[in-house]
Structures are given as structure tokens and as C-alpha cells.
């Protein structure tokens, strides 16, 4: 009698601890789903077109939001974070024949 409720406690003790177990792997792999890695970073570019004699270029303000790279102006929010744009002031203006170096 005395080993049977031994051994009903040992049962239960590891009942027990195998679903504590369960219960936190469960939540850390919902933590896990819920928590997604934001990319996020911004950066100027200059960007240029042909006019007549010249090649006038300008630096323009773009946003890389989760892989997706748009001109900042064309984007009000990335993953709930309000983007404000910049102003950009970079110019230059190139002779015709001038070669981009970008390729």
C-alpha cells in the first residue's frame, strides 16, 4: 500500500512538470510568432535625367521598409513607425557626355 501511493505521487509529480513543460514551450513559441524582426533603414540616392545639354541629378530620400525600398515620399509608415521625410538639398548638373559611375 505504502509503495502504491509512492508511486501514485511520483505519477503525479511528473504529470505535473511534463505540462509546466508543455505550457512554456507553447508561450515562448507564440512569443516567437509574435515578434517578427522589423528591417528597417533610410538612406539618400542621387537620382538623375537627361535635359537637353546637361544631366541634372538630385539626392532623394528612400526607405528600405521590410525588404521593400520606396521613395520616402511615397510612404507614410513602415510596421506602426510614422516616417517624416526629410528635406534633400544635394544637386549637380553634368555635361552630356558625363558618365554615371553607378553603372
Known amino acids: 500500500m505504502r509503495g502504491l501511493v509512492i ?3 511520483a505519477l503525479v509529480l511528473i504529470v ?5 513543460a508543455a505550457n512554456i514551450s507553447n508561450e515562448k513559441s507564440q ?3 509574435n515578434s517578427k ?3 528597417f533603414s533610410t538612406f539618400t540616392s542621387a537620382v538623375c535625367e537627361d535635359r537637353q545639354d546637361h544631366v541634372y541629378c538630385k539626392d532623394e530620400f528612400f526607405i528600405n521598409c521590410n525588404g521593400e ?3 520616402a515620399s511615397d ?3 513602415c510596421n ?6 526629410p528635406k534633400t538639398l544635394g544637386f549637380a548638373v553634368f ?3 558625363w558618365k554615371d559611375p553607378r553603372g
Open 7 to 9: 508511486f501514485s505521487i
Open 16 to 20: 505535473s512538470v511534463s505540462f509546466a
Open 31 to 33: 512569443v516567437k510568432e
Open 37 to 39: 524582426v522589423l528591417e
Open 69 to 71: 525600398v520606396s521613395k
Open 75 to 77: 510612404v507614410a509608415e
Open 80 to 85: 506602426g513607425i510614422k516616417l517624416e521625410v
Open 95 to 97: 555635361d552630356k557626355e
